[in-house]
């Protein structure tokens, strides 16, 4: 019976593909901003991810999801969290790249070139990226703790990935993760409970017991955690290990893992502290502050993860739809399918171009207008990007039809990109908490004269300069929350289009640049209008 018929007419593996050779969007980006980047590790890296190897790995760190001991079969208490080996796999790799702190220690585009790896791995596996995305986000944090800093930044910048629960001293590398999150508010930490009680003083300074909860606690067996709990004067935040100085296990107790719809590689869990040992870091009732700071950086990311997953998704739609027949010629050739692809191509490019935008403003920390775009563009990109994530996994998993919504043991990559989109938008602050923080932004003045500035080198296209023209004014004028959301989509906008005149191919700017801006355009993707250039488009976007 299983002889019957003879398959055809299925489109093949996208394998052995090289992610950053093929990925024109991101090649043009970064040769604008750094035109004298190091190319050859995100190189080396897009070939390595494309291969049957690595997506191997990525399918089996899903499939076979992160398991929570307790205790152990004696019946100690262990709280370990166990990973299939692809897991610890997919970890080496990305801390072998640098993906994880070591930006930290220097260098000429340091954050734009971790920003572009990052961006390269979320394309074979997102959820493992937390913890690496964690650990990039404390690293700063960590110097309102000089002791801590100086025994911990090292080992957090190692490319050595060690799974083992040892002390610091006794490991080439490490990692850390955040606690904010309690079951009674997570936008509005103020409203958390946990307690930070003062239990001393020593070598890394002002020692706490920590008491209380937090109800999202990402990726669990990391080495260290920075936390937040209310000292007698507030708020503050607090670097909790998961192994202390002694040797012994600090008192963090797992409960339980979420159950998630997506982000299955990732162990997400929830905790109570039992008087756990932690140490001030910063001033005590300035936590707000100090974990804004790491915010920050994962906002980036979760810009740069959206991206890559827009990436892989139109990957996978132009492959599929190169090689998949109806109607007696290929999908990609059906004008109404090179619209849909075009369309997601422009999305696509104009997502990496954004998030590019904003690693590089991390690496020039020191001129006064790139400061204004890191505070300006981070509540925007991630509002913005992060927004438009699931309706493009949608659109891209549509072009695969049927298959497309197919597991298949976890093969069906379409399915597992679609269940992460939805993340980041919510994690980290969700929409509405972006859009207000982008209202905070623009009560310290000088943003409208810097965003002016920023769309400036773009001028030509007529209009990108009327949107140009007004967005100081409607910045100006802006009164209530009501408006923050349109406002925050309209900068977005109006960066992207100057971004693709700037650094992308005239189609791709024209597009959109007609569509987005001009407002020629439908209320789903496919509806460009018909004088764009879509074979232009589509043969920029090609994998291969
Ligand atoms: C898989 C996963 C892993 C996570 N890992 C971690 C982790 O490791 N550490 C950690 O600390 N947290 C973690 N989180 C928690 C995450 O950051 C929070 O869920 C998120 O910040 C939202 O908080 P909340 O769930 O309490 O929702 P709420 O704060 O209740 O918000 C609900 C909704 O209300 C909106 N809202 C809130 N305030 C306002 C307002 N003033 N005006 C208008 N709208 C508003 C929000 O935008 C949101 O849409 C994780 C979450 C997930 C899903």
């Not at 017991?209 to 935040?237: E, N, Y």
């Amino acid at each position: 019976m299983d002889q019957t018929h003879e398959v055809f007419n299925q489109s093949s593996a996208l394998v052995d593909v090289d992610l950053f050779a093929t990925n024109r969007g991101l090649r043009d980006a970064l040769a604008f901003h750094a035109p004298d980047l190091q190319l050859a590790p995100l190189q080396s890296l897009g070939r390595e991810l494309g291969t049957a190897a690595m997506q191997a790995h990525a399918r089996l760190a899903n499939v076979h999801g992160p398991q929570l001991h307790t205790h152990d079969r004696f019946g100690r208490r262990v709280d370990e969290v166990e990973f299939h080996p692809s897991y610890h796999a997919l970890m080496a790799a990305a801390v072998g790249a640098g993906l994880h702190g070591t930006p930290w220690a220097g260098g000429a585009h340091a954050h734009l070139q971790r920003a572009a790896g990052f961006m390269l791995f979320t394309e074979l596996e997102p959820s493992m990226l937390c913890p690496i995305s964690m650990t990039y986000a404390v690293a700063p944090a960590l110097r309102g703790n000089e002791n801590i800093h100086a025994d911990w930044s090292p080992k957090l910048q190692s490319r050595w990935y060690d799974p083992q629960l040892r002390f610091v001293a006794d490991k080439p590398g490490v990692t850390m993760g955040m606690g904010m999150t309690e079951k009674q508010g997570g936008s509005d930490v103020r409203a958390n409970t946990t307690r930070a009680e003062h239990a001393g003083r020593d070598g890394w300074g002002e020692r706490y017991a920590i008491t209380g909860h937090k109800w999202f606690f990402s990726a669990p067996m990391c080495d260290a955690f920075l936390v937040l709990a209310q000292a007698p004067s507030g708020l503050s935040c607090f670097f909790l290990p998961r192994v202390l100085p002694d040797g012994t296990r600090n008192a963090i107790r797992i409960q339980r893992l979420k159950d998630k719809l997506g982000n299955k590689a990732n162990a997400s869990s929830e905790v109570e502290f039992h008087g756990a040992q932690a140490w001030l870091v910063g001033e005590e009732g300035r936590g707000v502050p100090q974990i804004l700071e790491m915010g920050t950086m994962t906002r980036l990311d979760c810009a740069l993860g959206t991206s890559g997953l827009m990436r892989q998704a139109l990957a996978l739609a132009l492959h599929h739809t190169a090689e998949r027949k109806a109607f007696g010629r290929t999908l990609a050739s059906q004008p109404l399918m090179r619209n849909v692809l075009a369309d997601l191509a422009l999305e696509s490019e104009a997502a990496t171009a954004l998030a590019l935008r904003l690693a590089h403003a991390f690496d020039r920390a020191d001129d006064p207008h790139e400061q204004l775009m890191a505070r300006l563009l981070t509540p925007v990109a991630k509002f913005w990007i992060c927004k438009r994530g699931s309706g493009f996994g949608q659109e891209a998993m549509e072009c695969l039809g049927g298959n497309g919504y197919v597991e298949e043991g976890g093969e069906g990559v379409m399915a597992r990109i679609y269940r992460e989109m939805p993340l980041n938008s919510i994690w980290e602050g969700a929409g509405n908490i972006m859009a207000l923080d982008l209202l905070r932004v623009l009560r310290k003045g000088d943003v409208a004269e810097a965003l002016a500035a920023e769309l400036a080198p773009a001028r030509g296209n007529a209009a990108l300069d009327r949107m140009a023209a007004v967005l100081p004014q409607r910045i100006a004028q802006i009164e209530g929350e009501t408006e923050a959301r349109r406002l925050a989509e309209d900068i977005a906008l109006a960066v992207q289009a100057a971004l693709l005149v700037r650094h992308s191919a005239p189609a791709v700017a024209d597009a959109f640049c007609a569509s987005r801006i001009q407002g020629d355009w439908g209320r789903s993707y496919g509806s460009l209008p018909s004088a764009c250039d879509f074979d232009a488009i589509i043969a920029r976007a090609m994998p291969h």
